[in-house]
């Protein structure tokens, strides 16, 4: 097929290399102010599924591979590949029907705009904790959000999905129509065999209060909090999420390159009355002495996310990776100990344990989401300057390299997908098998088979093919 037959078909807009607008859609392809190498030949602007049919039609009759991207709010930039690279982003509708507690949204959807949607609503989905991070991805990876301790992952509310296959076809995927690409779609990530046009996903009442409470304290009390986060854990209802920021403090407050260990309590209950006495007792049980602490404060989403958001400024370069970890204690020390030797203020670390209470400890359906623990670890490096990648790289993967011993899983959300075997660690083994056979099926070309990422997929189906 030739690229001009690709622009009679498509509604939106095709930019092949070199022609006029090609460096800036490619420049704003990724959010991450550290841009991937790889050059497409085509981006595709799509403006509905059917452009999504048509790119995918055209990649394969010209033997190109394609990748997509939803909001472009991905640490690794694997969003963006050689061959055709398909944006998604005008595709972010959000309808809601609120006497069937059903949501319908386009993959470019972004949190802040689902979450503001919802509470005009009085609904709630476990939208993910970056504003601007769209759904497609977050959906796709599995999804760990708002309240996730009640809620669960995000992706095991999904209804259904609307998904283009590698020969241009369109199905709509559920538990009981085309089921295997449902498993798959519910947590593969960059692994899935396809491109999703359109969620439906299960909502659920918007909690009638929410509050946030923390206390802070000099990083080297790292210990101490984590003895104090290890048992809140346990006795917190799944309502009651107890996390750990390990950061700098703004530079406003003047405090230097100081760091600092705070703990995070974010409360979606009933009434504040309950909030205000679910606080009091977490504040009896945290270290004492806090350098500054703050009471239960009514809060609502869009809010939590103009908190979040600070920390993530556009245009900074960023390396992340995370772990998944039965081991809270050498964990947050090992994240404290990187946080303090950063190469760059602004890197930050995030910390949470999953009690006996929360969904997330409790077994979960059957899906391509796989490798889940009791302990989350990430790390966000962030700077500015591209002449301190190296540098920054390097503390980072040193840093996690240090933590191997206890690390038994990532998150494909935030896992450095960049490094060799990273992909591996983010699916179990039995999954990976079972999704290299459906990609046999559903996309025998490896078309939309990222560069890098599955390189583990594609030695898993050989070994297939050869048995």
């Known amino acids: 097929m030739h690229i001009e037959d690709l622009r009679i078909q498509v509604g939106g807009t095709v930019i092949a290399e070199g022609e006029a607008g090609f460096a800036a859609a490619h420049e704003g392809f990724v959010w991450n102010g550290r841009k991937p190498q790889a050059t497409p030949r085509v981006i595709v602007q799509a403006t509905s599924t059917a452009d999504v049919q048509a790119a995918v039609r055209y990649a394969a009759a010209n033997g190109y591979r394609v990748s997509a991207r939803s909001g472009g709010h991905n640490w690794s930039a694997i969003a963006l590949q050689d061959g055709v690279?398909?944006?998604?982003?005008?595709?972010?509708?959000?309808?809601?029907?609120?006497?069937?507690?059903?949501?319908?949204?386009?993959?470019?959807?972004?949190?802040?705009?689902?979450s503001v949607a919802l509470t005009?609503?009085?609904?709630?989905?476990?939208?993910?904790?970056?504003?601007?991070?769209?759904?497609?991805?977050y959906l796709l990876g599995g999804g760990f959000g708002w309240n996730e301790g009640t809620w669960g992952p995000a992706c095991h509310l999904i209804e259904k999905a609307e998904v283009v296959l590698a020969d241009g076809s369109v199905v709509i995927a559920s538990a009981t129509q085309h089921a295997d690409i449902f498993w798959a779609l519910r947590g593969a990530g960059p692994l899935f065999f396809g491109i999703v046009t359109r969620f439906w996903l299960r909502l659920m009442p918007l909690p009638p209060a929410m509050a946030v409470s923390t206390w802070t304290y000099p990083i080297a009390?790292?210990?101490?909090?984590?003895?104090?986060?290890?048992?809140?854990?346990?006795?917190?209802?799944?309502?009651?999420?107890i996390s750990l920021s390990l950061a700098a403090a703004p530079p406003h407050l003047g405090l230097g390159d100081a760091k600092f260990a705070t703990v995070i309590l974010s409360v979606y209950g009933g009434s504040m009355t309950e909030i205000t006495?679910?606080?009091?007792?977490v504040g009896d049980m945290v270290p004492?002495?806090?350098?500054?602490?703050?009471?239960?404060?009514?809060?609502?989403?869009?809010?939590?996310?103009?908190?979040?958001?600070?920390?993530?400024?556009d245009g900074a370069r960023y390396g992340v990776d995370c772990l998944w970890s039965q081991d809270p204690e050498t964990t947050f020390e090992g994240l404290a100990r990187m946080v303090v030797e950063?190469?760059?203020?602004?890197?930050n670390a995030i910390g949470v344990i999953y009690g006996r209470n929360s969904a997330l400890t409790r077994n979960l359906p059957d899906a391509?989401?796989?490798?889940?623990?009791p302990v989350c670890g990430i790390m966000h490096g962030t700077w500015t300057s591209p002449a301190d990648?190296?540098?920054?790289?390097?503390?980072?993967?040193?840093?996690?390299?240090?933590?191997?011993?206890?690390?038994?899983?990532?998150?494909?959300?935030?896992?450095?997908?960049?490094?060799p075997g990273r992909m591996e660690d983010c699916l179990s083994a039995a999954v990976l098998d079972r999704i290299a056979a459906l990609a046999r099926i559903h996309d025998p070309k490896g078309l939309f088979a990222g560069r890098g990422v599955r390189d583990a997929l594609d030695i898993r189906t050989a070994a297939l093919a050869a048995e």
């Open 85 to 114: 690279a398909l944006d998604l982003s005008a595709l972010n509708a959000v309808s809601i029907d609120r006497l069937s507690r059903i949501a319908e949204i386009e993959p470019a959807a972004k949190n802040l705009a689902l």
């Open 120 to 137: 005009a609503e009085g609904l709630a989905f476990p939208v993910g904790h970056c504003g601007d991070v769209a759904m497609g991805g």
């Open 221 to 241: 009390r790292v210990a101490d909090v984590t003895a104090s986060m290890k048992r809140l854990a346990n006795v917190l209802p799944s309502y009651a999420e």
């Open 277 to 281: 006495g679910i606080a009091r007792n």
């Open 288 to 313: 004492a002495g806090a350098l500054t602490m703050t009471p239960a404060t009514p809060i609502d989403f869009a809010t939590l996310y103009a908190i979040v958001d600070q920390s993530f400024p």
């Open 342 to 347: 950063a190469p760059s203020a602004m890197s």
């Open 368 to 373: 391509a989401l796989s490798r889940i623990g």
């Open 389 to 419: 990648d190296a540098a920054n790289l390097a503390w980072l993967r040193e840093g996690m390299d240090r933590l191997a011993p206890v690390t038994t899983g990532r998150y494909v959300g935030h896992a450095d997908l960049a490094r």
